[in-house]
């Protein structure tokens, strides 16, 4: 168990945006978003009347709470109570609404965001709060950390315009499984990080799978595996110290894993729990431990609009440094949307 | 009496396991060797087609283009070090000539050609890869059979060191002056 524990602390936490070095948004991005905020769009319009209907009907409830609240001083102690559940009913009734009414407004202003972005492009971009990469996608490589339970969130997808075919996705991913300890359920978290796919230049036929989990080396450490892959032994002692590759034809791994390419994973991924997966033309990258900002727009507030726009290139960039520094892409689709 | 049997079907079972050990590596071995020669094939039924198409347009690399033609017949004759010398030599020159496509804005527009270039780079590496490969089996089968006390049941049944594939500087050298003495 301390073997275990010394070799999940060596592992660093990272922020997917020490990648990148900082930038400025475009004066064409910062114009388009002001014209959001300022209302100058019909969307924008359409939201701004939204909450305010909002804000009429949550007086009218408030009103009805605190004629309510009234009613105990003509009654009995018992009405009291009554009251007092509904009072608080009320409460949580109109702050599981608000929150439902301020997520909903920040989704569609996120829309807007994500279409000023895509619009300055040369490819469709996709985002969702709430959704991500697939679970079926994670679980192809039977390396992956169980995962009972799937919980992906702010998912970027980038779609090339011309091709359409997915370029990049990405996605925050919490994964665990509960069990039952005595009379009590207890949560264990597998994963907690990052979910990249993206598309691999090369063609394959083979899945590989590669973890930087030592201990899964040894034979019995492998358990559940089956006959899916064999371990393949690659020529860098650095890599192969630091990774486990396996997969079910030892030449088209080395073809995809080039002595350039293990270098540059090396380079990147050092000191990182992670977990890579190549199915179908993709690439699965799964960064254990590391984090994004979650900005999200408030309502009428400009600069929380910039921020959150600068935030999501910010996600989007560090996705295409990572893609860059490997050699996978070579276009980027950021360049438009910075100074 | 019964430790006498119990140690002899220890070694049995241990002569049992090396023997079967070292045919699966060496039947890895010779698998990765046929998947490399796969690859080469492919190469030297490429090499006509891609010499044939780029012959009109880069009328300036003769010497190179002949040089590839006389290396793909010879290798296809080779064998042993001779032979990895000249696909050496032949993986050389085929870079060469990929670098120099660049110089022919002709050639980049003609789709035949692209395709073959495509082609070309991809069985290049996959020669790469199918090398690297081979190679590596052999380090594992080497260590195999000559690891004590292995390395006693190995030569007893008669298996032996297996050869990278790799040419040797002087094999390399040779073929440059080969070349030499035609032009």
């Known amino acids: 168990m301390f073997f275990f524990k010394s070799l999940i602390s060596r592992q660093k936490e990272g922020h997917l945006y020490d990648w990148i070095s900082p930038f400025e948004l475009s004066v064409q991005i910062k114009q388009a978003i002001e014209e959001i905020v300022s209302g100058k769009t019909d969307e924008s319009f359409r939201i701004k009347d939204k909450i305010e209907a909002i804000k009429k009907q949550n007086k009218l409830i408030f009103a009805v709470i605190a004629l309510l609240s009234l009613l105990p001083l003509l009654y009995s102690l018992e009405l009291i109570i009554v009251t007092f559940i509904i009072l608080i009913a009320a409460f949580f009734g109109l702050k599981w609404r608000f929150t439902k009414v301020l997520t909903s407004y920040q989704k569609t202003a996120m829309d807007q965001i994500v279409k000023v972005i895509s619009d300055h492009t040369d490819n469709n971009i996709y985002f969702n709060l709430e959704k991500g990469i697939l679970k079926e996608e994670f679980k192809v490589n039977p390396l992956m950390p169980r995962s009972d339970s799937y919980e992906p969130s702010w998912h970027v997808k980038v779609v090339n315009k011309e091709t359409h075919q997915t370029d990049i996705e990405a996605c925050k991913l919490l994964t665990y499984y509960t069990y039952q300890d005595e009379n009590e359920s207890k949560r264990v978290t597998t994963f907690l990080g990052i979910f990249l796919k993206i598309k691999f230049p090369k063609e394959f036929q083979e899945d590989i799978y590669i973890t930087t989990e030592t201990w899964r080396r040894g034979a019995g450490g492998f358990l559940g595996f089956g006959s899916k892959a064999d371990r393949i032994v690659l020529e860098s002692p650095l890599f192969e110290k630091k990774f486990n590759v396996f997969g079910n034809d030892p030449v088209e791994a080395r073809y995809i894993l080039t002595l350039d390419f293990m270098e540059k994973l090396l380079e990147k991924l050092k000191d990182i729990r992670c977990y890579l997966t190549f199915h179908k033309g993709y690439l699965y990258v799964a960064l254990d431990k590391f984090t994004i900002e979650e900005i999200l727009p408030q309502v009428g507030d400009k600069e929380s609009y910039l921020v959150a726009t600068h935030n999501i290139i910010a996600y989007m960039k560090a996705v295409e440094y990572f893609a860059k520094a490997l050699s996978i892409r070579e276009n980027k689709f950021t360049k438009d949307l910075i100074l | ?183």
């Open chain 2, 1 to 183: 009496m019964s430790y006498a049997i119990i140690s002899l079907l220890l070694i049995l079972a241990y002569v049992v396991f090396s023997y079967n050990h070292f045919i699966k590596k060496r039947n890895k071995l010779k698998e990765a060797y046929a998947t490399m020669d796969v690859m080469l094939k492919k190469r030297y039924d490429l090499i006509p087609n891609l010499v044939k198409t780029v012959n009109q347009y880069m009328i300036h690399e003769k010497t190179l283009l002949e040089e590839i033609t006389k290396l793909r017949q010879e290798a296809m004759v080779c064998s042993g070090k001779i032979r990895e010398a000249k696909e050496d030599a032949l993986s050389e020159r085929l870079s060469t000539l990929i670098a120099r496509f660049e110089s022919y804005p002709e050639l980049k527009a003609s789709d035949n050609m692209l395709h073959l270039q495509r082609t070309l780079v991809k069985t290049e590496e996959y020669i790469g890869a199918s090398r690297r490969n081979y190679n590596s089996t052999v380090r594992l089968y080497n260590t195999a059979i000559q690891v004590f006390p292995a390395n006693m049941l190995a030569s007893l049944f008669g298996f032996t060191k297996a050869g990278y594939f790799e040419a040797l500087e002087e094999e390399k050298n040779n073929v440059e002056l080969s070349f030499r003495k035609d032009e």
